[in-house]
């Protein structure tokens, strides 16, 4: 057992740190340890200032913003900056800062943690650049069953990684923090927004947005609003310019996950509409499917095996039936306006918010922790 207490864990990662949800939960779930945690990013094109947070928050400067001399420059930055910081653990957060975190743990000879967000090598912008995917695959199975601690997003991924390399990676599922449990935020639909359909997340290839915009050239009622950056934004700007939809397709950009939560509550239906590129699409159970489940609005999804389970589990929504734009079109109708329809998802939606959400999954996330040596404060239960 390691004593950590008021000692310093890193967490690195190269996600943009103002959204990115899932280590912002991580950091906080480490600070009911004693000890400090501190989130090592990575400043990118657009980044907004990160918000005042109980934790430190550091970003460093890359030499290069995209492609492998990206991935090289930023795993040699923060291999030298870990090496040089004091410190009692350090995490990693995806295969991607996996290399200079394993090498300055196991220099240091304190332990690691991984945090695999996504099946990194099954990415859609990897599964045809055979060259890149193979270096990847090389640091996949040269480090990976070298990890004795870490977790996933989902069990499909975690089976992946132990058929292929014998690791057991715990399951922690991307859930938002319970409604009632979130600071300014209450349940009260005076705000909700009828013609509204929202998407939220990365805007990259395989996501479904090209089908969606063209989509809605057929549901003139409705809008939607594409919250996220990503590698296709222009692409789909331009796209929505050409079919003249300027004034029912919004790009909102970035948002802090804190404010997001408000635009999510006002929309009248959640889509999540990643296609079968990849194993990591295909097993995809991402962040903003359970937003919106926590924001009690209907969803409609892809047809992959974690999507569709809890959907049709908790009978919250609908799989996509079709991927044809008119087809998808009229699917996307009929549930805007079956009002009996809307209503049964209504309760669902109300159940399965309180089943979904954070307080039911972070002791999963503290049971790795605690096999890698933290010690956490025992609660007492509430009187009565």
Known sequence: MYHLEGKSIYIAVTNDLVIDQRIHRTAMTLLETGARPVLVGFKRPGSQEITERPYRTCLLRPVFQKGFLFYACVNLRLFFFLLFRRSAMLVSNDLDTLPAVFLAARIKSIPLVFDSHEYFTELPELVDRRFVRRVWKGFEKVLLPRIRYGYTV???????????????????????????????????????????IIYQGAINMGRGLETMIRAMTYLDKYRLQIFG???????????????????????MGRIPF???????????????????????????????????????????????????????????????????????ARQVEEMMSSEEQRKKWKKNLHLAAGELHWENEVDKLRDVYRDAGLTFPVIPPSPG
């Open 154 to 196: 989902c069990q499909s991924i975690s089976q992946a990684y132990q058929d292929n390399y014998g690791i057991r990676l715990a399951v922690v599922r991307n859930l938002p923090i319970a409604s009632g449990q979130e600071p300014g935020i209450n349940s009260h639909e005076e705000n909700k927004r009828p013609d509204l």
């Open 229 to 251: 950056e990503g590698t296709i934004t222009q692409d789909l700007v331009r796209l929505r310019d050409s079919l003249s939809l300027w004034n029912r397709v919004e790009f």
């Open 258 to 328: 804190g404010e997001l939560r408000i635009f999510t509550r006002q929309a009248a239906l959640g889509i999540s509409l990643e296609e079968n590129i990849g194993l990591n699409y295909y097993y995809a159970l991402p962040n903003k499917l359970f937003d919106y489940i926590q924001a009690q609005i209907p969803v409609l999804v892809s047809d992959l095996p974690e999507m569709r389970r809890i959907v049709t589990d908790y009978e919250i929504g609908q799989v996509v039936r079709d991927r044809d734009p008119e087809l998808l």
